[in-house]
């Protein structure tokens, strides 16, 4: 038979929004327990620089992952390293399983999985990830001043990204499989007129070149999609914006979701669409997608775990 233990408030993800929900619960002495994952940390661990963390110039991602792990521990947060791999919201306590084989039973759950964002699966863009390559304008745009850019995507997310980039680059070349964009007709419009935007339509990304010591873009090779000569474009930075997947696998069919399974809250709230469920994060927020947002939306699941179990001792539904 296996172990089974039980929490109050258990939290599912280590990132900003995970930690940030576990520090809350801890404080308001709810005694949660977080389940780290696969990726202790998540997202900011595979980073480098973060300048926009508040009350930070400058900090590292991982060591920024490190500090929110630490204070949540400090604070009373239980820390599980393993992996949920199996949930039913339909009993109470709600029920999951993890990888180790533990059984957990829990009164509120808080879903901090987040996301991922899509690459190209390169191995040369794995390589400069962090370093050149990056999966996020808002992050990283502002190391890119006066330099020269590419963006690889069609829908809106990239030509939002690389009108961000605009800010920042002298120049953004927008890089796309097809020969016309999928981003709606008024994105497309503002980005055609900007001078610093130059199209390469039919193109893919087939490698990313560069330096070693330290690890620096110096260009990419463009493959083309109708069969012409592949070339060299220089670039000192590339942006993939092809799409996240939300980590919500687990609760397909289960919770309400979007058709790009991002799970739906109540506005202005963390609630999903079962009572004692939260959602925080990525995981829920395919606008903003970062740190201090998945923090803010920790910080509120925990409030609401917190009401929500105040509400149920007090004989309500
Ligand atoms: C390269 C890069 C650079 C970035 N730079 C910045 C930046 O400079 N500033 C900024 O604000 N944002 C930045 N971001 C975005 C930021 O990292 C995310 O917005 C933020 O991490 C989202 O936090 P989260 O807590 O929602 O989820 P994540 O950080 O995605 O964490 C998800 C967590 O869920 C866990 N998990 C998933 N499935 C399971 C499971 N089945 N069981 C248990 N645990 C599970 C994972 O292990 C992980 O710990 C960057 C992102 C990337 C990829």
């Known amino acids: 038979m296996l172990p089974s233990r039980h929490a109050k408030v258990l939290i599912i993800g280590s990132g900003p929004a995970g930690y940030t929900a576990a520090v809350y619960a801890a404080r308001a002495l709810l005694e949660p327990v977080l389940i780290q994952g696969l990726q202790p940390g998540g997202q900011l661990t595979i980073t480098t620089e973060v300048e926009n963390w508040p009350g930070d110039t ?30 039913d919201l339909s009993v109470r306590p709600f029920a999951l399983e993890t990888d180790s084989g533990t059984h957990w039973t829990a009164d509120t759950l808080v879903i901090a999985t987040g996301a991922s964002a899509r690459w190209l699966g390169l191995e040369s863009e794995m390589k400069y990830r962090g370093f050149g390559v990056s999966a996020c304008a ?28 605009t800010k920042f680059a002298s120049k953004v070349h927008l890089i796309h499989r097809r020969g016309e964009l999928r981003a709606d007709r008024t994105n497309q419009a503002r980005l055609f007129a900007n001078p610093k935007v130059e199209m390469h339509w039919n193109a893919e990304v087939t490698q990313v070149h560069g330096k070693d010591d330290p690890l620096t873009v110096e260009g990419i090779t463009l493959g083309s999609t109708v069969g012409d ?32 399974g991002y799970l739906i809250t109540a506005p202005d709230s963390t609630a999903t669409s079962i009572p004692g469920v939260f959602a925080a994060g990525d995981v829920k927020d395919k606008l903003y997608r970062q740190a201090v947002t998945a923090a803010g939306m920790g910080c ?18």
Do not use: S, W, Y
């Open 58 to 87: 400058m900090v590292m991602g991982p060591d920024l992952m490190v500090r929110m792990a630490e204070q949540a521990a400090h604070v009373g947060t239980q820390m599980v390293n393993d992996i949920v791999t199996k949930v």
């Open 138 to 165: 808002t992050c990283d745009g502002f190391f890119f001043r006066g330099k020269t850019v590419a963006v690889v995507g069609g829908g809106n997310t990239a030509v939002e990204e690389a009108m961000f980039l």
């Open 229 to 260: 000569a592949p070339r060299h474009l220089p670039v000192d930075g590339l942006f993939v914006a092809i799409g996240h997947v939300p980590a919500t696998g687990l609760f397909a069919g289960q919770l309400t979701m979007d058709d790009e």
């Open 300 to 317: 509120m699941a925990a409030l609401e775990a917190e009401r929500f179990l105040t509400h149920t001792a007090e004989g309500g539904h």
